[in-house]
C-alpha cells in the first residue's frame, strides 16, 4: 500500500552494526506496528504504538527498540545486529478503534534484513 | 497464548476449481478475524474482516466464514484463476492482555496453474 512506505527495501549488514528502519504513513493513523516474518512462522509483533506517547513491546521485542518521532513515523533499530535477525521487516498502521481494536491494519512493502 | 495454526502450508489447484484454506485458533475470545494476500515482494493486503459477531463475509470471488466456538475459520476462493496464486495469511484480534494485537497464522502457498 503506497499509503505506508518503508525505507530500505533491501539492506545487507554485519552482526554487530547498529540499523535503523524507517516507516511512514499518510493515512493519518494513530496506531502503528512492527512486525517480523520468517518461513515457516508468519508474522510476529514487534513493537507497538497507540499514539506518540504510547509504545508497547510485542511478543518478540529482545534486541529491538522503537521510536514515534511523529503521528507519520515510527522507526526500528537493531542496536547490534545478530544473524538471527535476519527476515522480513513489516511495518503495518490501523485507524484508533471506537471502543476495540478490531480495525483493519495496513501494511508497507516490507524490508529484507540480512544481517552477515 | 493464543496460537494460529493453518491448513494446508500449501496448495497447488488447476485453474478454475474451487478451493478452501483452513484456519483455526486456540483462544475464541477474539474480536474478529481477517484474511489477507500477500505477493512476493510486496506487503499484506486486507482481504475480508470478520468481525466477531457475524459468521461470514463475502467479497467477490472470496467467502470467509467463522464458527467462533470451535475456534475455526475458513477462506473460500471459487472458480480459481492463475492470478489468485499468492500466500493467504490468517490473523485474529485477541482480547485481554492481547488488545490490539493480530496473531498471524503460518500461511497457505496458493498455487493455481493454467
Known amino acids: 500500500d503506497a499509503d505506508v512506505t518503508q525505507t530500505p527495501r533491501n539492506r545487507i549488514t554485519k552482526t554487530g552494526k547498529r540499523i535503523m528502519l524507517e516507516c511512514s504513513q499518510t493515512?493519518?493513523?494513530?496506531?502503528m506496528y512492527w512486525y517480523r516474518q520468517d518461513p515457516g512462522l508468519g508474522l510476529r509483533l514487534i513493537y507497538y504504538?497507540?499514539?506518540?506517547?504510547?509504545?508497547n513491546k510485542g511478543e518478540i521485542s529482545d534486541g529491538y527498540s522503537v521510536s514515534r518521532q511523529a503521528q507519520a513515523k515510527f522507526s526500528l533499530s537493531l542496536e547490534s545486529a545478530i544473524p538471527n535477525q535476519t527476515a522480513l521487516y513489516f511495518c503495518?498502521?490501523?485507524?484508533?478503534?471506537?471502543?476495540?481494536?478490531?480495525?483493519?491494519?495496513?501494511f508497507g512493502p516490507g524490508t529484507r534484513l540480512l544481517v552477515l | 497464548k493464543q496460537e494460529v495454526t493453518q491448513i494446508p502450508a500449501a496448495l497447488s489447484v488447476p485453474e478454475g476449481e474451487n478451493l478452501v484454506l483452513n484456519c483455526s485458533f486456540t483462544?475464541?475470545?477474539?474480536?474478529?478475524l481477517q484474511w489477507f494476500r500477500q505477493d512476493p515482494g510486496k506487503g499484506l493486503t486486507s482481504l475480508l474482516l470478520?468481525?466477531?459477531?457475524?459468521r461470514e463475509q463475502t467479497s467477490g470471488r472470496l467467502n470467509a466464514s467463522l464458527d467462533k466456538s470451535s475456534g475455526r475459520s475458513t477462506l473460500y476462493i471459487a472458480a480459481s484463476q492463475p492470478g489468485d496464486s499468492a500466500t493467504y495469511l490468517c490473523?485474529?484480534?485477541?482480547?485481554?492482555?492481547?488488545?490490539?494485537?493480530?496473531?498471524f497464522g503460518q500461511g497457505t502457498i496458493l498455487t493455481v496453474h493454467p
Open positions: 503495518a498502521t490501523s485507524d484508533r478503534g471506537s471502543g476495540s481494536p478490531a480495525k483493519t491494519q495496513y
Open positions: 493515512k493519518g493513523h494513530d496506531r
Open positions: 504504538s497507540f499514539d506518540v506517547k504510547d509504545i
Open positions: 483462544d475464541s475470545a477474539i474480536y474478529n
Open positions: 470478520i468481525q466477531s459477531s457475524q
Open positions: 490473523a485474529v484480534y485477541a482480547g485481554g492482555t492481547s488488545y490490539g494485537k493480530l496473531t
